[in-house]
């Protein structure tokens, strides 16, 4: 197969006043040209490192990134300038630049390469239609919603016409629809352009929707990396499991004791109250279902757990009513009911 970036044993380790922070640790993946890869794994677990190390934002502390077979190391800063333009990237928070209008932003990377102005300018135009925002050339970013501003993100990103492009938790600030939207002009790109597409992400969903193979990363290592269908019919690693069962419909047989869906509506962040409830019945609580999205420390959604113990479910009930969190005691016969 025809790699066109594989990470070889590469390490990050970041040096803090506080110590030694292991970012990355004996990465190994290769890339195939063409394909759409998922990078998966919960806050902390080293994603962005991982990606910013690709483009050599940061750089490896141990093994290296090979683009096209070559090693990044010693290429020196103007081999790694040729490396990253053709390395689109975009984020979570779109990083446009607000003073420039809309098709100025475009022109950008174009400027910065040397591309004539009358060139950039036309050049900008067709990718302004081409992501569905020929009618916004003159706005300026704060003027669009988040959908619009990935979009011209994306635009900006491909400019330069990249191999790849690299997706850091590009969706994770928008709602579900306009995620999709976004999905589908990012897997139109990688049909229609052929660049290859890395998507990191903490969301399962996007995963499923548009990758090709995954990596699942935990505590800085690759816990396991397959075909995407491979990896959801058969989860092999404990975050695995989680990840995927955490998020798909359960399995009859797993559903007994006392089912509770709980409703966040962005008074409050989950981690604090799962695990306040834990305490206050004193066994674990298993997540059967999650559909939450974490806007700024605060969670909206629903989850629905699973509490072994009758006793220990009161306990978990006085304990939601305490802090006026509002939950419904749910059957669970068919996984079907699930979904609403
Ligand atoms: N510049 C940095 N300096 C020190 N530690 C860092 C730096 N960037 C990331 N880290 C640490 O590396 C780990 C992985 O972070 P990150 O790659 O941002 O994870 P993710 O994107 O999966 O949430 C975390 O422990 C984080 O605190
Ligand atoms: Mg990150």
């Given amino acids: 197969m ?8 590469m390490g990050k380790v970041f040096h803090t006043k506080n110590g030694d922070v292991k970012a990355l640790d004996d990465i190994n993946l290769d890339i195939n040209r063409g394909e759409i890869f998922g990078i ?6 080293g994603k962005s490192t991982l ?11 141990e093994g290296d990134v090979y683009f096209e077979g070559k090693p990044l190391k010693n290429m020196g800063e103007y081999g ?16 446009l630049l607000s003073q420039r209008n809309i098709l100025n932003n475009v022109c950008f990377p174009l400027e910065i390469s040397g591309v004539p102005r009358a060139a950039a300018v036309k050049r900008a135009k067709e990718l302004l239609k081409l992501v569905g925002l020929s009618d916004r050339e003159k706005a300026y970013p704060a003027q669009l919603s988040g959908g619009q501003k990935q979009r011209v993100a994306i635009a900006r990103a491909i400019a330069t016409n990249p191999k790849l492009l690299l997706c850091d938790e590009a969706t994770s600030a928008l709602d579900p629809k306009t995620t999709k939207q976004i999905l589908d002009l990012i897997k139109d790109i990688n049909k229609n352009m052929g660049i290859t597409v890395i998507v990191i992400t903490h969301e399962m ?7 090709d193979r995954v990596a699942i990363i935990e505590n800085s290592r690759i816990a396991e990396m397959g075909r995407v269908e491979d990896i959801f019919a058969n989860p092999q690693s404990e975050i695995g499991k989680k990840l995927i069962l955490g998020d798909v419909l359960p399995n009859k047989e797993i559903v007994s004791g006392v089912k509770l869906r709980i409703e966040f509506d962005g008074r409050s962040s989950f981690e604090p109250v799962l695990s306040n409830m834990i305490l206050s019945c004193g066994i674990p609580v298993n ?27 009161v306990k978990a009930k006085r304990y939601l009513d305490s802090i ?3 939950y419904h005691e749910v059957e669970l016969t068919e996984g079907k009911e699930l979904i609403d």
């Fill in 2 to 9: 025809d790699s066109i970036v594989s990470l070889k044993s």
């Fill in 324 to 326: 006026g969190v509002v």
């Fill in 40 to 45: 998966i794994g919960l806050s902390g677990a």
């Fill in 80 to 95: 790694i300038r040729s490396v990253r333009r053709n390395m689109g990237m975009i984020f979570q928070q779109f990083n």
């Fill in 51 to 61: 990606v910013r190390c690709i483009n050599y934002l940061e750089v490896p502390t």
């Fill in 205 to 211: 969903k996007v995963i499923e929707s548009i990758c």
């Fill in 287 to 313: 997540i059967l279902y999650a559909q939450t999205k974490d806007i700024g420390g605060s969670a909206v959604g629903h989850m629905i757990v699973q509490i072994s113990g009758e006793e220990e479910a």
